[in-house]
Each structure stands twice: as structure tokens, then as C-alpha cells.
């Protein structure tokens, strides 16, 4: 896997032009730089969230004795389903309208912005594959950072872009981003059942 | 040159059926009821055109991002297939319709019918997998804006049709579509599967 194949798995994932829309829901009361400076506190959460992940998920997996191909097929197995969600996004939105209660809306802290929607489940569980596989330990961390560095931008400017494209757009971009998750999964799949095939179970 | 041109033709049948049009026009049609004849024509015209220009993006753009990606034929392959098979299954059993349907008190733009009725997410990969073939970019093409023109007619036919044919009719075109496409996914699993086995030796 190369550094830029890592990067854009994780950016997709992270999925910001998704969440732009939930992210302006949120704070459609607040002014211009509240937003700005409760965006870039919690994207701040958010990469602190994914890097005591980096740190402790590598240990966690190593005690439990994954093998490489348990990893490989696991991880496309994860990010299959991930992909599907955002190509087919049925069983998300009562989800999302359950988290964001409009009758009480308290100004996000780390809920529900850090966590779940920009360092959630499914990226958490993604760098934690990604530190098994990768011996190169530096790789991943240059990719959480740069992955998170464009996702700040696109939410930082979430209602300027909101404003140009418009709203179907924005969920076009999504599906076309969950199609390419999707078939990074399913080489990931591919790659573990090659490695199974060559080399048997290990 | 005639091996060409049924190669061209059966690409354009292909993506044809992948793109649908015979299942979705009734969808579209009862869609854009709400609206007068002729901004019906506007909707209709402005979505194809826009489901054209997702067709010859991802045909000459898609093929460079997924090498950059590092994605394998057999991957894209399979993903299509894949795809196209929840999409196949939601026509056969139209109760739990995988395309959203909802919010629609609005005028459609782009989302629901240039994408993802028109063009879904099983025709891009079609399309893809279309632009991935050595030496066939130009027949390739020549099928992508066949099947777009086939696919533009009956779309366009769409309201009129509805009046025809009947509900009825459509469902049961719709049932034949979605057989036809579950035989198609399946064969494309196969197909990917096929090109993984053969890259193993």
C-alpha cells in the first residue's frame, strides 16, 4: 500500500463532504467565528482521538496475534461495508437524526462533531488495520495527518461550499467517494485471499 | 470490422441495460408529474445532460484515478458486479428500494435522476470497466453515447409511456430488467473472480 493509496482510504472514510451538511445542522445558530473556533476545536479532539488509537490499537493487535491475512480480509470486509453505506445511505439517516435532537441544541464539545462523525468506528478500526499492516509505522501517522489536514479545510469552509455546490451535490460527491471505498475493499479482500492461497493459512 | 462493430454494440446493450431506462423511466415520470409539460422537457433534458457528463468523465478521468489508487481489474470487476447486484435485487423486490426516494418536494437536480437512476453507481462501473480495455477506447466510446442516446429516447418517452403501457406494464418490465441484471452481476462477479485466479499464476 502506498503512502497516497493510505491517505485518500483514510480521507474517504473520515467522509467531511458527507458530513458537511450534519456539521452546518449543528451549528446553524451560531455566528461565523464561534463556528470556526468550535471546527477547528473539535477536529483538534478528532486527531487526538485518532492518534491514541495509532498508538494503543498497534499494541492491542499485536497481543491479540492477528496474522496479517486475518487483517487483510477483516479490514475489506469493514471498509466494504463502510462503502456500501455511503453508496446506498438507507440505514444511516435514522441514525443521524437519533444523534442530533433538535429540540435541545447544546453547542457541540467533542460530541457528536470529534466523536463519532470525523474519528468514529470506522476510522478508528481502519488505523488500527492499517499500523498492523504497515511496517512502516511513520506512513499511517503522515496519513491520519494529511487526510485530517484536507478534511479541516473542507468542514472549515463547509458553508461556503454548501452555498456553491448545493446540497445534491454534496451527496453526489458522497456516492461517488463510497463507490471508490468500495473497490479499495474489495482489493484489500484480494489481497488477503492471495496471500492465503500462495502462502496457505498462516 | 464487423467483429468491431459487435463488440461496439454489445457494450452499448450492455451498459443499456445497466443503465436501466425501461425500469427508471417510471420512476422518473411519476417523479416529475407534478411539474407542467414543458418544464417536465427542461428536467428531462438538463438531468440527461448531466448524466452524459458523468458518463465521459468517468470514462476518460476514471481509469487514471483508480491506477492511482492501485485497484486491479479483478477488483473493479468484482465491485461492479457486486453493486450491480444489491442494485438487481432492489428491482426484482421493489418494497425495499435501495435508492432514496425521499425529500422530493423540491425539483430534482442531479440527484434522484441524473444520478443515481440515470447513472448509478453499477454504470460507472460498467463504464470504468468499459475505459480499462487496451486498444478499445474508441468503439468503447462510440457504445457509452449509443447507449446514452438509447437510454436519453425512452427516458424522454418516459411520461408518455407511463399513459401507454400502465402501471402494470412497467412493473412487470421492471421485473424482466431486474432478472436480466442479476444475470449480468453475477457474470461480472465471475468475470472478476476469473481475472484474479489468472493474475494468481
Request: net charge neutral.
Given at each position: 500500500?502506498?503512502?497516497?493509496?493510505?491517505?485518500?482510504?483514510?480521507?474517504?472514510?473520515?467522509?467531511?463532504?458527507?458530513?458537511?451538511?450534519?456539521?452546518?445542522?449543528?451549528?446553524?445558530?451560531?455566528?461565523?467565528r464561534?463556528?470556526?473556533?468550535?471546527?477547528?476545536?473539535?477536529?483538534?479532539?478528532?486527531?487526538?482521538?485518532?492518534?491514541?488509537?495509532y498508538?494503543?490499537?498497534?499494541?492491542?493487535?499485536?497481543?491479540?496475534?492477528?496474522?496479517?491475512?486475518?487483517?487483510?480480509?477483516?479490514?475489506?470486509?469493514?471498509?466494504?461495508?463502510?462503502?456500501?453505506?455511503?453508496?446506498?445511505?438507507?440505514?444511516?439517516?435514522?441514525?443521524?437524526?437519533?444523534?442530533?435532537?433538535?429540540?435541545?441544541?447544546?453547542?457541540?464539545?467533542?460530541?457528536?462533531?470529534?466523536?463519532?462523525?470525523?474519528?468514529?468506528?470506522s476510522?478508528?478500526?481502519?488505523?488500527?488495520?492499517?499500523?498492523?499492516?504497515?511496517?512502516i509505522?511513520?506512513?499511517?501517522?503522515?496519513?491520519?495527518?494529511?487526510?485530517?489536514?484536507?478534511?479541516?479545510?473542507?468542514?472549515?469552509?463547509?458553508?461556503?461550499?454548501?452555498?456553491?455546490?448545493?446540497?445534491?451535490?454534496?451527496?453526489?460527491?458522497?456516492?461517488?467517494?463510497?463507490?471508490?471505498?468500495?473497490?479499495?475493499?474489495v482489493?484489500?479482500?484480494?489481497?488477503?485471499?492471495?496471500?492465503?492461497?500462495?502462502?496457505?493459512?498462516? | 470490422?464487423?467483429?468491431?462493430?459487435?463488440?461496439?454494440?454489445?457494450?452499448?446493450?450492455?451498459?443499456?441495460?445497466?443503465?436501466?431506462p425501461?425500469?427508471?423511466?417510471?420512476?422518473?415520470?411519476?417523479?416529475?408529474?407534478?411539474?407542467?409539460k414543458?418544464?417536465?422537457?427542461?428536467?428531462?433534458?438538463?438531468e440527461?445532460?448531466?448524466?452524459?457528463?458523468?458518463?465521459?468523465?468517468?470514462?476518460?478521468?476514471?481509469?487514471?484515478?483508480?491506477?492511482?489508487?492501485?485497484?486491479?481489474?479483478?477488483?473493479?470487476?468484482?465491485?461492479?458486479?457486486?453493486?450491480?447486484?444489491?442494485?438487481?435485487?432492489?428491482?426484482?423486490?421493489?418494497g425495499?428500494?435501495?435508492?432514496?426516494?425521499?425529500?422530493?418536494?423540491?425539483?430534482?437536480?442531479?440527484?434522484?435522476?441524473?444520478?443515481?437512476?440515470?447513472?448509478?453507481?453499477?454504470?460507472?462501473?460498467?463504464?470504468?470497466?468499459?475505459?480499462?480495455?487496451?486498444?478499445?477506447?474508441?468503439?468503447?466510446?462510440?457504445?457509452v453515447?449509443?447507449?446514452?442516446?438509447?437510454?436519453?429516447?425512452?427516458?424522454?418517452?418516459?411520461?408518455?409511456?407511463?399513459?401507454?403501457?400502465?402501471?402494470?406494464?412497467?412493473?412487470?418490465?421492471?421485473?424482466?430488467?431486474?432478472?436480466?441484471?442479476?444475470?449480468?452481476?453475477?457474470?461480472?462477479?465471475?468475470?472478476?473472480?476469473?481475472?484474479?485466479?489468472?493474475?494468481?499464476?
Amino acid at each position: 500500500m502506498s503512502l497516497f493509496t493510505t491517505t485518500l482510504s483514510m480521507f474517504l472514510i473520515m467522509n467531511s463532504v458527507g458530513h458537511i451538511m450534519a456539521y452546518l445542522g449543528l451549528v446553524d445558530q451560531l455566528d461565523e467565528r464561534r463556528r470556526q473556533r468550535i471546527i477547528i476545536r473539535e477536529m483538534f479532539f478528532a486527531l487526538l482521538i485518532m492518534l491514541l488509537f495509532y498508538f494503543v490499537g498497534g499494541l492491542l493487535l499485536d497481543a491479540l496475534e492477528v496474522s496479517p491475512q486475518t487483517m487483510s480480509l477483516a479490514g475489506g470486509l469493514i471498509l466494504f461495508l463502510i462503502a456500501i453505506r455511503m453508496i446506498f445511505p438507507r440505514s444511516k439517516q435514522p441514525e443521524e437524526q437519533q444523534l442530533f435532537l433538535p429540540s435541545e441544541k447544546p453547542e457541540p464539545f467533542i460530541f457528536p462533531i470529534a466523536t463519532p462523525m470525523i474519528a468514529g468506528p470506522s476510522i478508528l478500526t481502519t488505523i488500527m488495520l492499517y499500523t498492523h499492516q504497515e511496517h512502516i509505522g511513520y506512513r499511517v501517522i503522515a496519513a491520519i495527518l494529511i487526510a485530517w489536514a484536507f478534511s479541516i479545510t473542507i468542514l472549515f469552509f463547509a458553508q461556503e461550499i454548501r452555498n456553491f455546490v448545493g446540497r445534491r451535490a454534496l451527496i453526489a460527491v458522497e456516492r461517488l467517494m463510497g463507490l471508490l471505498l468500495t473497490m479499495m475493499a474489495v482489493e484489500m479482500l484480494l489481497n488477503g485471499l492471495r496471500s492465503i492461497i500462495i502462502g496457505g493459512i498462516a | 470490422m464487423s467483429a468491431v462493430l459487435a463488440g461496439i454494440l454489445t457494450k452499448a446493450l450492455q451498459l443499456f441495460l445497466v443503465l436501466d431506462p425501461i425500469g427508471n423511466t417510471g420512476i422518473i415520470a411519476t417523479l416529475i408529474a407534478g411539474f407542467s409539460k414543458e418544464r417536465q422537457r427542461v428536467i428531462l433534458v438538463r438531468e440527461l445532460s448531466i448524466a452524459l457528463l458523468i458518463l465521459l468523465t468517468v470514462f476518460f478521468v476514471g481509469t487514471y484515478l483508480l491506477a492511482a489508487i492501485g485497484v486491479s481489474q479483478a477488483a473493479i470487476t468484482i465491485t461492479g458486479g457486486v453493486i450491480f447486484f444489491l442494485f438487481s435485487i432492489s428491482l426484482l423486490f421493489p418494497g425495499q428500494t435501495v435508492v432514496s426516494l425521499r425529500n422530493l418536494d423540491e425539483e430534482p437536480l442531479i440527484v434522484p435522476i441524473a444520478t443515481p437512476l440515470i447513472v448509478g453507481p453499477s454504470s460507472t462501473a460498467t463504464v470504468i470497466l468499459f475505459s480499462h480495455e487496451p486498444n478499445m477506447w474508441l468503439p468503447s466510446l462510440v457504445a457509452v453515447v449509443l447507449a446514452w442516446i438509447l437510454t436519453a429516447i425512452i427516458v424522454f418517452l418516459g411520461p408518455f409511456l407511463l399513459l401507454k403501457v400502465g402501471k402494470t406494464g412497467m412493473q412487470v418490465a421492471e421485473r424482466i430488467v431486474g432478472m436480466i441484471c442479476t444475470l449480468i452481476a453475477v457474470k461480472m462477479v465471475l468475470k472478476g473472480l476469473k481475472l484474479f485466479f489468472a493474475d494468481l499464476q
